[in-house]
């Protein structure tokens, strides 16, 4: 199905006993495209994501990925994504490149291709001397960048990175940058969450704005900024911050155990 979205979400919705926290959401995200999911804290991001990329079971509607459906068509949906969480959970008794050869090994991947593509992302992330070290000594930076060399190497169609930029140092978070430009370039659709709005700013050639679970809109950044802001100078984080306002609740005293 060549012309489906990379991304679809169809009514998808979750529910945790009566407290619904992803309204009915429909959008798309096409291949080439990168896509910042921006919201507020609870506001719904990695529920969505780990419904997307087949983590979470929905409660209501559908996820599809180049129209493969992550209820009925799991395996054929996974098998185009990679999902890289907030909190990579890599395996500790692994060296790094151990760490790629089984990364390599599950997608059987061509080792003359693989390989190289491995070399030249962990010489970008300054990871080379430490692929030969355990990855329980590495730092929250390395371990994120290592779990993205991992995400890389299989050349998903679609890649879904919670909160990518956090904890990576200066160099780090550019290089980053860059990366996902080129990997959208190759026609990856890349789908990210962040709270770094400057970064969004920059890099997003689209954003959604979910807040309590539903999505309020999506743009293209520029055009958010023509939409909703009253001066010229405005940023996406005046006008996250506008669209995402919420009262304050006026409630008594007390009302805090
Ligand atoms: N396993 C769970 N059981 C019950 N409620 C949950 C569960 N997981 C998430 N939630 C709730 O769903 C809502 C959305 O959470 P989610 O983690 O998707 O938000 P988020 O936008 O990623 O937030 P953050 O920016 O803080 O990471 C929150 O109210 C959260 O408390």
Known sequence: MPDSPAVEAKQLTKRFKEATAVHPLNFEVHAHEIFGFLGPNGAGKTTTMRMLAGLLEPSGGDGCIHGKSIKSQPLEAKQQLAYLPDK??????????????????????????????????????????SAGRLMETYSHGMKQKMALTGALIHQPSVIFLDEPTV???????????????????????????THMLDVADQLCDRVGIIHEGRLLQTGTPYALKQEHASYAEATLEDV???????KVSQGSEGEIP
């Open 167 to 193: 904890g990576l140092d200066p160099k780090s978070s550019r290089d980053l940058r860059t990366i996902l430009r080129e990997t959208a370039a190759d026609g990856t659709a890349v789908f990210f969450s």
């Open 88 to 129: 990579p959970d890599i395996y500790p008794k692994l060296t790094g490149w151990e760490f790629l050869q089984f990364i390599a090994s599950v997608f059987k991947l061509d080792k003359n291709v693989w390989i190289e593509h491995a070399r030249s992302l962990l010489q970008r992330f300054d990871l080379t001397e």
């Open 240 to 246: 996250f911050l506008r669209m995402t306002a919420q």
